[in-house]
């Protein structure tokens, strides 16, 4: 499939944005921005938050020789540890409102066939996981080695991904691909494919069960929506694939697709049957939509050849969340991957005085901003340590099970 998702190693990632051609009078609120921290690094990711307020993500320990997965919860950072081996990560996606959190985490156990499914390079096997109350509970497989553990509902149920004992064409290896499934009452139902698909992953599943997310073949991949055991194609803005990233309880699916040509991709708003392209910044030539909470709001990247800018799309307008926080911040807001419905927002973001990348919580105001802060300036050129490198491709590659399209 063209393109590959391309990485941007600067704090400036991949993809969303929202051009409608009506454009509202009123103004998004601004947000107090919160860096919540990290587990003793240097490094830091938020890629998820509840409507309790509470934020999950991964951050590097002392010396960023290992990453561990957090819940960041009435201002105190919780590791939540692994499954013995040095290396995990909490999904790219909502968790419930009773603190279940979905990820992935390394076992002590060479993968037997060489796999990196984790993505922090030591070729161990990778369980899906889900935490809650401090405890780590590994989920099953549908007989395979690997898995992730996406979007957990307010019913208990799992979405994510789970490997078979049938291997994976060589095109869709090394992908972080595997089959979708769904886990519910400790068992794993997997869930169809696209009509010649050989791989997929369900990334979000809402409170009436629907989940969303894509199959895929080694030359294109499909935007799906399962209910009740069966698949349907949500289509795409012109071009060969499409991905489907979140749905709200009111059925709202965002995500991106490649327009004609397949040279570019947008974000997109799917509602009712019918998809609508999310457009980009001025400037921007791709976008991506990460999350939609249940009053329609969207987060997400809009994104030109030198950088990324988190965007929230609310009421038919289209904000850069940098005009949004007090001027005096020194992060830039490159990745926003969460909203709930109080419009709380978790993501990544650069600390421009020292050029680290932190998780962020951004949460609604009093004042609006909007219109009244200069936009932060994006680095144009940043000298990243190797350890700053390898975690922001560690952060792009997980979004592999949650975000990224194959070859």
């Avoid at 369980?127 to 307010?154: E, F, K, M, S």
Wanted: aromatic residues 6%; glycine residues 12%; negative net charge.
């Amino acid at each position: 499939m063209k393109p590959k998702t391309p990485i941007v190693l600067v704090a400036v990632l991949l993809l969303v944005a929202f051009a409608s051609p009506a454009r509202l009078e009123a103004q998004p609120s601004g947000y107090d921005v919160v860096d919540p921290g990290t587990l003793g690094g240097t490094f830091a990711w938020g890629n998820a938050i509840n409507n309790e307020g509470s934020a999950a993500g991964f951050s590097t320990l002392p010396s960023d020789q290992s990453t561990h997965a957090f819940l960041w919860q009435r201002g105190v950072m919780t590791d939540l540890g692994t499954l013995g081996g040095p290396n995990s990560g909490t999904s790219y996606s909502p968790f419930s409102d009773r603190g279940e959190i979905g990820g992935a985490a390394e076992t002590s156990t060479p993968d037997p066939n060489g796999e990196d499914f984790c993505f922090f390079g030591t070729q161990l096997t990778c369980r899906p996981v889900v935490w809650h109350d401090g405890t780590i509970t590994a989920l099953p497989t549908l007989g395979g080695n690997n898995g992730a553990a996406n979007q957990v509902n307010n019913r208990g149920q799992v979405a994510g991904t789970a490997e078979n004992d049938v291997p994976l064409p060589p095109c869709l290896q090394n992908q972080g691909l595997a089959l979708p499934v769904i886990w519910e009452n400790s068992a794993v139902l997997p869930l169809p494919l696209f009509p010649g698909d050989q791989a997929g992953v369900a990334l979000a599943i809402n409170d009436n069960g629907r989940s969303v997310g894509f199959s895929a073949s080694c030359t294109d991949a499909h935007a799906l929506i399962w209910q009740d055991g069966m698949a349907t194609d949500l289509g795409g803005l012109g071009g060969t694939s499409s991905i489907a990233n979140a749905i709200n309880n009111q059925n709202q699916v965002v995500g991106q697709s490649n327009l004609a040509g397949d040279t570019i991709f947008h974000a997109f708003l799917w509602q009712d049957g019918v998809m609508t392209d999310l457009g980009t910044l001025p400037g921007h030539f791709l976008s991506v939509a990460f999350g939609v909470n249940s009053k329609g709001q969207i987060v997400g990247q809009s994104c030109s050849d030198v950088e990324c800018r988190a965007v929230l799309w609310e009421g038919g307008v289209m904000t850069d969340l940098n005009d949004l926080i007090p001027p005096g911040s020194s992060l830039f807001l490159f990745e926003p991957i969460s909203i709930n419905s109080r419009g709380q927002i978790a993501g990544a973001a650069l600390d421009m005085n020292t050029f680290e990348t932190r998780a962020f919580l951004a949460t609604p105001s009093n004042d609006n901003v909007g219109g009244s802060v200069v936009k932060s300036a994006a680095p144009s050129k940043i000298h990243l340590p190797e350890t700053s490198r390898m975690l922001i491709n560690h952060g792009v590659a997980r979004k592999i099970h949650v975000r990224a399209t194959p070859n």
